[in-house]
């Protein structure tokens, strides 16, 4: 069983920056692969950006170039700074953890952390 905790949302600016963080406890965290994504009421949750286990990163293109991803298996740590923000950023971001095996997968969600971009 892994536990996700998101940290880092707040109330910034169009323009400003802000990091999110998520820890992980409980796995053997450097096997998942881990993706932020992001959640507008009425809206469907939509992946932001994702890294592999072994470092690759998927953007989605609204975010290429303002957003990075980086993980820090040390410290079962994954970070997104996230800079230019826009107020169509403005959502709950969540954290994904999710691993394949061979005769199962498992995927875990952390509770989210509000991020408002105020124009």
């Known amino acids: 069983q892994v536990q996700l905790v998101e940290s880092g949302g707040g109330l910034v600016q169009v323009g400003g920056s802000l990091r999110l963080t998520c820890v992980a406890s409980?796995?053997?965290?450097?096997?998942?692969?881990v993706g932020w994504y992001r959640q507008v009421p009425g809206k469907q949750r939509e992946l932001v950006v994702g890294?592999?286990?072994?470092?690759?990163?998927n953007y989605t293109d609204s975010v290429k170039g303002r957003f990075t991803i980086s993980r820090d298996n040390a410290k079962s740590t994954v970070y997104l700074q996230m800079d230019s923000l826009k107020s169509e950023d403005t959502a709950v971001y969540l954290c994904?953890?999710?691993?394949?095996?061979?005769?199962?997968?498992?995927?875990?969600w952390g509770q989210g952390t509000q991020v408002t971009v105020s124009s």
């Open positions: 890294i592999t286990s072994d470092g690759n990163t």
């Open positions: 994904n953890a999710h691993r394949n095996g061979l005769t199962r997968s498992w995927t875990y």
């Open positions: 409980g796995g053997v965290f450097q096997l998942y692969d």
